[in-house]
């Protein structure tokens, strides 16, 4: 597991990338994530969009308080 570690792509962090899009562009954010995904990256989105957290996400963590 540490080898893993080691040898893992630098995460992509994302805050708040679909500020003002409409729902296409919303959608073609969470295809790229997934995209990237796929390829090995490690992604995470910090959003208020709950349709982009539920197109993108493996795992969604809310924050609230």
Known sequence: RAA?????P???V???P???PDGRGVREV???CRTLAAGGK???IIT???LLAALA???VVELKG
Do not use: F, K, Q
């Open 42 to 44: 490690a992604v995470a």
């Open 14 to 16: 994302l805050d708040e």
């Open 10 to 12: 630098d995460p992509i």
């Open 48 to 50: 208020h969009d709950n």
């Open 57 to 59: 996400g493996d795992a």
């Open 18 to 20: 679909t500020r003002g």
């Open 30 to 32: 969470a295809a790229r």
């Open 4 to 8: 893993a570690s080691c040898s893992a």
